[in-house]
Each structure stands twice: as C-alpha cells, then as structure tokens.
C-alpha cells in the first residue's frame, strides 16, 4: 500500500487524503508480501521442531506416557518440544537484547515524544545483514514488534530507542529466506557475530540444557536444567535447589527477583517501572515516563514491596504481595498499580509476555496458511481509506474501553497492512497519531474482565478511603491532585 503524492494532490475525494499528503509510503505491498512469508517460515520452523525425535527429552515424561490414545500422546510430545524450544528462544533474545548497545544520549531526554524527532538515534547505526540473529531469536523479536506499546516500553526503559526507530529488519530477513522450502540461511558472518557477542550457539538446539541462574539469597549461581522427567525445569513449573544453601528456585522466585530489580533501579536511575511508560496527551499517545504511579510507588509502597521481596524471605511469591496491596491501596489507585502489576505474573524481563506473543502471532498465522495473498491483494486503490477506517474504529474501541482484538484475521488483506506497518514502530506511531485516538493499537489481547490480577487487588470496604494507617484521605487527595 503506497500513497502516491500526484494522485492525493489531484484531490481524490477521501477523508484520508490531508492526512496522506505527507506521510509517502506507508506499507508496501511487497512488505506485506515479505511478512507473510516470515510467518510462513515462522511456521515451518516449529513443525520441524514438534516433530525433531528425542529433543529435550520431552518423550520422557509421565503424563505423556500414561496417556493411552498414540494420537493424543504424540500431540502432547509435539507440544512439549515446541513449548521448550520456545522458552529456550526467549532466553536467547534476552541475552542477545541485552547486549545490543543503549542510546549514550538517553539520559539526557527529558521526554521522548514520538511525533517528534526521535529521542537518543544513534549516530548513523541500521540493521546490516551481519547483525541479523538466528530465527528463533527472530521470532521472538517479531511478537514483540507487533506488541507495539511494549516493545516501545521496552526500548524506552532499556534506552534502546535506536532499535524503536530502526524496527525489524524485514527486507534484510526476507533475502535470507528461501521461498521454495521456507527455510533462512544467513551468511557465516552473521553466526559469528552472534556467537560472539551472546556466547550463544547459532542453532537453538545446539545449545547447552541449562540456564545458569544467581541465588537471590546467597548470590551464588546454580545451573536450572530447561526440561526435568517430572517437569520441574526452567520451561515447566520450575523447583530447584540452590547447590550452595539449599533455597528453593520457582517462577515465583525469579519473578519476586524481578520485581525488587525494577524498584531498586525506580529508586536509584529513576527508572520508570513496568506499564508506566505510556500516556495519553490530548487524545494521542506519547511514549513518556507517568510520573503519577511511579511517585505513588515511590512515596507510598515502596518500604512494603521492599520488605516483601526481601532475599531473606524464604517462600516469596507474588501473588501474596499482590494480595497485600490490594489491602493497602484505595480504590482510585487500582487501575495504575493494576497496570504495573500486570508484568510480573511472566518471569521475562519485559514489558511483554513473550511465550504467549508467540503463540497469539503463531495462532493467527496458522489459521490463514491456507490463504494466499499476493501483492496485488495489498495494492487495492481503497486500501488506503479502508486501512484508516480501521485504524480509527479501534481507536474509538479505544475510548469506549479498549479494541476488540481478541482475534487477528490475517485472512483480510487490511490486518495485513496493519501487521506489517507494526514492523515499523516509528512509521506507524506517527501515522496512528494523525488518524487514531488514544493509545496505538497493537496485538497485545483486550482486558479481560474476568483478570485474576484484578480479583486479588480488590480492596475490603474499609480500605477504600484510608491507606491502613499509611496515609489519611487529605493526603491522598493532595498527592492526586499534585501527581495530575
């Protein structure tokens, strides 16, 4: 989908047209193309894995043996495979996230508006073919960029926005893509690179059946095995014991970890926690820091989740920290500790659950693999009108209470021009801003009324008026009204 500039300035007659006038190309129908074959590739991948004998060892474990159907036993294998392989993908981007380098100038951006120049660019930095990462770190990265509001968050918080400005290197990953048998090579650069800056394997399955992790209680490291015969690895319901002093390693654990990493550094660099790093001003979306619920964390319950998260405490588990804020907040405070607290119910470190992104974006593109969209399906001279029509339908979905997203139909060309438009964050923030409302609309699924975050933080009656004892009403109206 192209915007052509003579035919917009001959005066088509469209809502679209004013906006249009300057934005050039939007999404190209070879990118929409380009994206398809990805997820086609994306595809392929894991129905090689599931079906890769002896992986893991995901054939020895107990409940797949009981199970008496071949069929449904050699489906669960699959699945296994598949699960553990993604969870080992997700290790692996993190290490590779972590060590791509962060904007030197960052820090001195007071707010990083993206309707205006970009925030901390790199001087002259881009995606190059030597930079590009194995697929399953790919596709990861992938379901993340379609997350737009947490990839965005994340980039902000990690001071990447080079990476934001940048977006997925489509063009570049499509020529290493062999159509015929949906299978990427990269040239040997690339796995150097790779191995070299990650002291990854390149191959997924190449590398080790562990995860070195840090003993929140003695700092000492103990190797997690990713898969257990009763499925106690770091991929399943994680139980494992410190070598060193016997402290029991669970998701709770690691997510406790996580949660005490991220006050120490609101407290420290002033780093804005989790789900605090998007705004609505004047009906758009920015992408900057909410002061109000990180001054609210800071003033308030910061001494509490401190001493919750203690590495002394010997059974951490958020879901009872969760339950004593609930007792401790008042009801106008739900909503922005709420969107807080919505990130620390996964272990990755990020904004975004990235196991379930991946099987959201999976999902989808198994439903349309019957459906062959070519480029012509994408050039359609409505398209353009019907994208904006759809654009900002969700966005008044926005206003109303969030869009209905819940199922992504990849079989119409217009979700295919907003997917693909997705892969390039900057793009599509700045268009969103002229023709939507609210916050952008991505892949991240609605709210569900039904969220068990919200059941466990609704306060007792008598604790909607008063902090207990932590804060009178006076003073919690006087920091509304400051924090506003």
């Known amino acids: 989908m192209v915007v052509d500039p003579e035919k917009t300035a001959a005066g088509e007659a469209s809502e679209a047209t004013p906006l249009l006038q300057k934005s050039g190309p939007v999404v190209s129908p070879q990118a929409c193309y380009q994206h398809q074959l990805l997820l086609r590739c994306f595809l392929n991948l894991k129905n090689t894995v599931s079906k890769a004998t002896g992986l893991f060892k995901a054939e020895y474990?107990?409940?797949?043996?009981?199970?008496?159907?071949?069929?449904?036993?050699?489906?669960?294998?699959?699945?296994?495979?598949?699960?553990?392989?993604?969870?080992?993908?997700?290790?692996?981007?993190?290490?590779?996230?972590?060590?791509?380098?962060?904007?030197?100038?960052?820090?001195?951006?007071?707010?990083?508006?993206?309707?205006?120049?970009?925030?901390?660019?790199?001087?002259?930095?881009?995606?190059?073919?030597?930079?590009?990462?194995?697929?399953d770190v790919l596709m990861i990265f992938h379901a993340l960029t379609l997350h737009h509001r947490s990839f965005g968050e994340d980039c902000f918080r990690h001071k990447k926005m080079a990476l934001w400005n940048e977006g997925f290197p489509l063009q570049l990953v499509s020529q290493c893509i062999e159509p015929d048998n949906l299978t990427y090579s990269c040239p040997e650069s690339c796995k150097l690179h790779f191995e070299g800056m990650t002291k990854l394997a390149w191959d997924n399955v190449d590398d080790s059946g562990g995860v070195s992790i840090e003993c929140p209680r003695c700092q000492n490291q103990t190797v997690v095995p990713w898969s257990t015969r009763r499925r106690k690895g770091l991929a399943e319901e994680l139980l494992q014991y410190c070598q060193s002093c016997k402290y029991g390693l669970g998701n709770h654990v690691l997510v406790v970890r996580k949660l005490r990493q991220d006050l120490y550094l609101l407290l420290r660099r002033d780093l804005p926690l989790p789900g605090t790093c998007w705004s609505v001003e004047e009906k758009h979306g920015i992408l900057t820091p909410n002061k109000?619920?990180?001054?609210?964390?800071?003033?308030?319950?910061?001494?509490?989740?401190?001493?919750?998260?203690?590495?002394?405490?010997?059974?951490?588990?958020?879901?009872?920290?969760?339950?004593?804020?609930?007792?401790?907040?008042?009801?106008?405070?739900?909503?922005?500790?709420?969107?807080?607290?919505?990130?620390?119910?996964?272990?990755?470190?990020?904004?975004?659950?990235?196991?379930?992104?991946?099987?959201?974006?999976?999902?989808?593109?198994?439903?349309?693999?019957?459906?062959?969209?070519?480029?012509?399906?994408?050039?359609?001279?409505?398209?353009?009108?019907?994208?904006?029509?759809?654009?900002?339908?969700?966005?008044?979905?926005f206003l109303s209470g969030g869009p209905d997203l819940s199922e992504i139909d990849l079989t119409d060309p217009t979700m295919w021009v907003w997917s693909t438009h997705l892969l390039t964050p900057r793009s599509y923030s700045e268009f969103f801003r002229r023709v939507g409302n609210g916050l952008p609309v991505d892949w991240q699924p609605p709210h569900s009324p039904k969220?068990?975050?919200?059941?466990?933080?609704?306060?007792?009656?008598?604790?909607r008026r008063f902090f207990q004892g932590l804060v009178s009403l006076s003073a919690w109206k006087e920091f509304m009204e400051a924090a506003a």
């Open 292 to 397: 109000a619920p990180n001054e609210f964390v800071k003033r308030y319950l910061m001494s509490m989740l401190l001493e919750e998260t203690r590495p002394t405490n010997l059974f951490p588990n958020i879901s009872q920290t969760i339950e004593s804020l609930g007792r401790t907040v008042v009801k106008p405070a739900l909503p922005m500790i709420h969107d807080i607290f919505e990130h620390y119910q996964y272990v990755e470190n990020s904004s975004c659950n990235l196991r379930a992104a991946v099987t959201r974006v999976l999902e989808s593109a198994s439903a349309m693999q019957d459906t062959n969209l070519s480029e012509t399906d994408f050039d359609s001279p409505h398209m353009v009108t019907q994208y904006i029509a759809f654009l900002r339908g969700q966005g008044k979905g």
């Open 451 to 463: 969220c068990s975050l919200c059941l466990t933080m609704r306060p007792p009656s008598f604790a």
């Open 61 to 135: 474990d107990y409940e797949i043996k009981s199970e008496v159907d071949p069929i449904a036993r050699q489906s669960m294998v699959e699945e296994r495979r598949w699960s553990i392989y993604t969870s080992r993908a997700v290790h692996r981007y993190s290490v590779w996230w972590a060590q791509i380098l962060a904007d030197s100038e960052m820090s001195s951006c007071e707010k990083c508006s993206i309707s205006e120049k970009p925030c901390a660019r790199h001087s002259g930095w881009s995606w190059t073919g030597d930079e590009l990462p194995p697929l």
